[in-house]
Nanobody
């Protein structure tokens, strides 16, 4: 099983980034997928989730209205479109498959001017 995140980087406050997670080794369309994040010195926190066919999404209050989770089951990818980024969004972002507790290695997002 592999979950490989990409798309992180340095962005100015108010900017946008799109994270992507490529999944392999399991039947992707059978599973809900999540994004979590962890800032230095803080606990990992839930960011967003999407149901297996993408019909249901859920967001942390801190990102609601700014982040959008989506998936492409034909490509086995789940994306996180992030806009209106704030310094508080600085963290390592992880793609997860919660049923089997699969995690990727993470991609760093830094929001700074």
């Amino acid at each position: 099983v592999h979950l490989v995140e990409s798309g992180g980087g340095l962005v100015q406050p108010g900017g946008s980034l799109r994270l992507s997670c490529a999944a392999s080794g399991f039947t992707f369309s059978n599973y809900n997928m999540n994004w979590f994040r962890q800032a230095p010195g803080k606990k990992r926190e839930f960011v967003a989730s999407i149901s297996n066919f993408g019909s249901r999404t859920n967001y942390a209050d801190s990102v609601k209205g700014r982040f959008t989770i989506s998936r492409d089951n034909a490509k086995n990818t789940v994306d996180l479109q992030m806009s209106s980024l704030k310094p508080d969004d600085t963290a390592m972002y992880y793609c997860t498959q919660p049923i089997n507790n699969y995690w990727g290695q993470g991609t760093q997002v830094t929001v700074a001017s």
